[in-house]
């Protein structure tokens, strides 16, 4: 689709791979998790989405009401690559609302969606790009948990064959430009109000 | 009003026409269209004009259909600096496979030069 898109000639990695379990800066325990299909998890992350705060939207998703959101993701849930983080309640917390164990509430999701197409035709996933975004939840912002979140969607997509990643990123969104940069992200293709930056993968 | 609406070669640009050619028809706006130079697009410039000039005369709407070379987004601007425009329309932005809206270098230049009021079709 499209013009080519540059990439650069080092690989970046190695990343790790989910499932694991991180402190963030706050202490709270954070499980990160790639389900095999979002579907199984969509009602969770449709949840997350929800809750998100519209001024932190980012090119106009994730969408606003639980209808457009659900229907975003289904959209793209079948053929995507996703990384989910929950947050675990410790012991001393109660956990009042859910009587069986949850594993907490989804409070991050990163995801990476083929660029072709007919995605159901992808035999390898190295011969496609992949394009890739991020969500933390405002209370669970500044606390380290994008860049694991990040770390761990670039293990789990290496794992799964993927070796082309790339995003646009609003210009002025430093926080996340910076968290691209530290992981390996390099500004690629021309910059209007969006900047292209890519990966390559090991 | 007197509307200038650019045009470069994409899905996109075919949309952003349909829309504007439903718009002057409905209000009896006035009609400019001009065909950019965007030799990285999928219709060439000479296609473009030709699929303009068909959707005019399907449409039986009266439009100057004009070409403009060189750079798209200045000639664009500087093709609306000279006429006694209103209004100049361009196409919204393409979606990326997640849904991201995104907006070229040819926006981006016509919505901070523009001296009309400016339209993105979505
Ligand atoms: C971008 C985003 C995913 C970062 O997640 P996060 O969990 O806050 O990231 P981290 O805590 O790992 O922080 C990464 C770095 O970003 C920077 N940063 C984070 N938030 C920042 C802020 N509000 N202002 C300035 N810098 C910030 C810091 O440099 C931080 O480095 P540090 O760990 O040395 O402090 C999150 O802010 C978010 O979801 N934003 C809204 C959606 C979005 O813009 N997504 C990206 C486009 S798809």
């Known amino acids: ?202 | 009003m007197n509307v200038l609406v650019g045009l470069g070669g994409s899905d996109e640009s075919i949309k952003t026409l349909r829309q504007t050619i439903d718009r002057t028809q409905d209000v009896g706006d006035d009609l400019t269209i001009a065909v950019l130079e965007k030799p990285e697009s999928k219709r060439s410039q000479d296609e473009m004009y030709e699929e303009a000039n068909a959707l005019l005369s399907e449409a039986g709407v009266d439009a100057d259909l004009v070409r403009l070379e060189g750079d798209p987004g200045s000639a664009l601007v500087d093709h609306a600096e000279q006429g006694e425009f209103d209004q100049l329309v361009i196409g919204g932005g393409t979606l990326s496979p997640m849904g991201k809206i995104q907006l070229g270098p040819i926006t981006e230049f016509v919505l901070l030069n523009a001296p009309t009021t400016v339209k993105l079709v979505r």
């Open chain 1, 1 to 202: 689709m499209g013009r080519a898109r540059l990439y650069p000639d080092e690989p970046s990695g190695p990343f790790p791979s989910p499932p694991s379990t991180i402190e963030d800066r706050e202490g709270r325990d954070i499980e990160i998790q790639a389900p095999g299909e979002l579907t199984t998890d969509l009602d969770a992350v449709v949840e997350m989405y929800d809750r998100f705060d519209p001024t932190d939207r980012a090119q106009g998703i994730p969408p606003t009401g639980e209808d457009r959101i659900r229907n975003w993701l289904e959209t793209i849930a079948e053929e995507s690559v996703n990384v989910i983080a929950h947050h675990k309640p410790n012991d001393d917390d109660i956990d009042v609302d859910s009587g069986a164990d949850s594993g907490g509430d989804v409070i991050a999701h990163a995801m990476l969606v083929p660029d072709a197409d007919d995605p159901a035709a992808i035999e390898n996933n190295s011969d496609i790009e992949w394009e890739l975004a991020i969500f933390v939840l405002q209370d669970y912002q500044q606390a380290g948990i994008g860049t694991h979140l990040l770390k761990h969607l670039l293990g789990h997509a290496s794992d799964v064959g993927i070796e082309r990643v790339w995003l646009t990123v609003e210009r002025w969104n430093n926080p996340a430009i910076a968290l691209y940069e530290r992981v390996g992200f390099e500004a690629s293709g021309t910059e209007s109000f969006e900047q292209e930056m890519s990966i390559r993968l090991e």
